[in-house]
Every structure is written in C-alpha cells, then in structure tokens.
C-alpha cells in the first residue's frame, strides 16, 4: 500500500444491528471525521471517514431540555349547587312524629279499622252507646289530622308540576323548588284547614236541612273517609318527598283514591237527606257549594300564600 499524507475515505464494513456506533466527534474545518467500529479480522482495524457538514442533521432538542407535555381535558363548568333544603328536618320531623303517635294509639286500636270502614257506608239512625269511645274518637282526629298534612304536600307537588297557565289563573307559578320547607308548611296547613271548614260545614248544613243525627251521621261518613285515606296519602306524601321524580304517577294515584273516596262519601249523603225527588235541587247545590267550590277556594289559596 502506498502511504500517502491525505487522508481518504475508506468504505467501512456493514455493521451489525446490535452494535453501538461511537459519537461524532466535531472537528475543525469543513471535514468532520467519524468513527466506525471495529470490523472481523482481517478487515481494516480502524477507520476514518469524512462527512460534509450539511450530511448530519443539527440537534433541534438542547441538552436536559425535554420532556412530555400532556394536556389535561377540559372540565365543563358546573354551578354549584345551592342549599335549598333548609327547614325541611323540622316539616318531615312533625310529620313523623305525628304517625308514631298513631302508630301507638293503633295499637289498641286495630278493630276499630273495620268500624271505620262501615262507617263510610252505612247508615244507622239509632246508634249503640258503645260504638266510638273516647280513645276511638281521639284516634279517628289524629287520623284526620295526618291526612290533612299529607293532602298538603299532594298539593305542594301539584303546585310545582308546571301546570299549564289556565291553572294558574294570571298568577305566577309559586317557589316550591326554591323555598320546600316554607310551601310545604303553608300546603300542609292549608290541608289541616280544608279538614276542618268543610267538617264544620257538613255538620252545620246536616243540621240545618235535616237534623242533628243525620248530621252527625254525615259528618262520621266524612271523618270515616279522611281515616281510610291517610293509610294512603301518608305513604304518597313521603315518596313524593324523597323522589320528586314520580311526582306525576303519583298525583294520579292521588287523584283517583280522593276521587273514590268522594264518590263513596257523596252517595252516603244521597241515602241520609235525599229520599224526595224535590231534593235532586238540593242535591245539586250541594255538589257545588260543598264539594267543587271549596276545592277551586283551597287551590287559589295554596297558590296565593306560596307566592308571598
């Protein structure tokens, strides 16, 4: 081989895949030498060859710079929720302690159950001494009492079903979201008060058109009904409370046992004072004056005082 002082690109072997090539080391001048790595034997030990300075590409990443970016999901903004719920441990405590007390004064009394049932539909002109003690007429209040505050809360969810604006009769609609335990004490005392006007009323007017036992009569068919549906309205109140959701199914439950309790209840009046054809008259005043009017007057009044 003929020595020579200019250094020549010698073509170096094929290098295997598991060798490590030796870093570039940068020279001066326009001629940057790389190392190869050493061959089999009786190939060339070592050798240099020469690259342009455009042939390797620059380092676009400095040192100790790097790194991995991840870029976190965009969280949509929710609006907190507000605390409207205030006063709703002191309803629903009321509430439940007025049907333990029943739960214990039913305990003494559970064959009075059926009494009330034939209460709803019989008609006795001359009653028995001991048909309805103390402790019985003290349970048939209590009763009422509770169907009374659970009739207000079928009412509070009537109220904030959205009816459609006719039933709203150019007022609008009451707060029952925004305010629960303040509407479903006025709903429940509105019930409470219903209870009481038209017992008064059928006793007055049982009075006044016929006389006092076929007012009283009247009024334990009433009294009687009111009992037989708290053991409804009491489980439909407190699921209407806790799953507001089947608000709908259940104002239609409701609806059809008030409906049925009427119809048993309105029939009862027709067997006691009706017995002449003269009284279909009667009978239609009636209807109106004690059976729709104050039903429309205890809506009007639930959706003004719930509005305040």
């Known amino acids: 081989m003929i020595q020579s002082d200019t250094i020549t690109a010698v073509a170096s072997p094929p290098v295997a895949a598991d060798s490590v090539p030796a870093p570039i080391v940068p020279q001066k001048g326009n001629v940057r030498p790389v190392a190869v790595p050493d061959g089999d034997a009786g190939q060339v030990a070592s050798a240099v ?54 739960g214990i004064r039913f305990r003494n009394n559970r064959k009075y159950m059926g009494r009330l049932l034939r209460d709803m539909v019989e008609i006795r002109m001359r009653g028995n001494v001991f048909d309805q003690t103390v402790r019985e007429t003290s349970f048939l209040v209590l009763l009422n009492l509770l169907w009374g505050c659970s009739a207000g809360i079928i009412l509070w969810g009537l109220l904030g079903a959205g009816l459609p604006d006719v039933f709203q009769i150019g007022m609008n609609a009451p707060p029952v979201e925004a305010r629960p335990a303040a509407t479903m004490a006025i709903c429940m005392g509105i019930g409470v ?50 799953y507001p959701q089947w608000r709908e199914n259940l104002l239609w439950v409701a609806l059809i046992t008030f409906i049925l309790a009427k119809i048993v209840f309105i029939w009862k009046g027709f067997r006691i004072f009706f017995t002449q054809i003269s009284s279909w008259v009667l009978f239609l005043y009636y209807l109106c004056s004690l059976e729709i009017v104050p039903l429309i007057l205890t809506y009007l009044a639930a959706l003004q005082l719930c509005n305040l």
Do not use: H
């Not at 455009?54 to 605390?83: H, M, N, Q």
């Open 193 to 242: 008060g219903y209870t009481c006007l038209m017992a008064l009323a059928y006793i007055t007017v049982g009075i006044v058109f016929s006389n006092r036992v076929n007012g009283r009569m009247w009024l334990k068919g009433f009294s009687a009904g009111n009992g037989v549906m708290s053991f409804i309205y009491f489980p439909l109140a407190m699921v209407l409370i806790f």
């Open 49 to 102: 060859m020469t690259a342009t300075p455009d042939s390797v590409s620059p380092d676009t990443v400095k040192a100790k710079e790097f790194g991995i970016i991840i870029t976190a999901r965009k969280t949509p903004e929710v609006a907190l929720k507000t605390d409207n719920a205030e006063g709703m441990s002191y309803v629903l405590g009321g509430l439940l302690l007025l049907f333990c007390i029943i």
